[in-house]
């Protein structure tokens, strides 16, 4: 009779003690369940801006133009963007410009028309999204009173489909371009390589036209060959952009490896005696 009373008073306390521990945890997973509606793997919806390219229309504008800043934006994040600003600090002088909602994935091209100083000048144009850290992008505008001739290599590569040989004459071709707005007269092009150089002329480019020329160089017994080449290498002529001339490329070469072989084995004496000892020489 006593064994069965504490039996029965242990079931009543483990019912008012341990059930209302459970309780709350039955209560906490189900809310859980519910406000994922059943789908235990949770999703963060989150818009992502980035400022992807930052350019002027036209390049090179003249003094007291019309100039119109473009700025791509691109919302890389899984939900659509919230409202917010360009801005732009244009030499000294800060301004706004209003970047819609963008949806996930997508990209909309903000314009900004700015007028130019009336004097010829670079211009440094700074351009953040507002209250996005690491989102600056940053360009410089030559003003121009006349347009001027901008030389570039457009590109430079070796006449070969197979893998250059050491010490075996390679042929290049190098292309240079007019990108500029103006004919460039009458030039010259370097070319360099391990500390070997030569120079090109380069005839009169009207605007967006281009020349090809060949030179040769000479690999010397390395695994990489390095070419360099500048157009307008003589600073003859007056470029809106003087800092792109120069173009380098690097060349795998097949060197040349030693091959050592045994070419004879001779023995002396010729005819040893059975356990003699004796050397062998090596040719």
Known sequence: MRTHFFNSLISVLLTIVIIPGLIPCIVSAADGQFADNGNSTNSTLTSNLILEKLSTDPDYPKPD??????????????????PTNIIYLIGENEEKEEVPAIEAGSEKLISYTWTTPDTEETVTIKASLENVEN??????????????????????????????????????????????????????????????SGEISIPELSAGTSTSAEFSLTPGNEENMS????????????????????????????????????????????????????????Q
């Not at 290498?233 to 795998?252: A, L, P, Q, V, Y």
């Not at 060197?255 to 062998?280: A, T, V």
């Open 65 to 82: 133009s019309m100039v119109v800043i473009n700025s791509l934006v691109k919302n890389t994040g899984n939900e659509t963007s919230e």
């Open 135 to 196: 989102s600056e992008k940053v360009i410089t505008v030559k003003i121009v009173q006349e347009s001027l001739p901008d030389l570039i290599v457009e590109d430079l590569y070796p006449e070969s489909s197979t893998q250059p040989e050491a010490g075996k004459p390679l042929n290049f071709t190098l292309k240079i371009k007019n990108v500029g707005e103006a004919t460039a007269n009458n030039s010259t092009a370097k070319y360099s390589s391990n500390g070997t």
């Open 227 to 282: 070419v360099t080449a500048i157009a307008d290498s003589g600073n003859t002529i007056s470029e809106s952009d003087e800092d792109n001339n120069e173009m380098s490329k690097t060349i795998s070469i097949k060197r040349e490896l030693p091959d050592l072989k045994i070419e004879s084995i001779s023995l002396s004496p010729e005819e040893p005696h059975p356990g003699e000892n004796i050397p062998l020489r090596q």
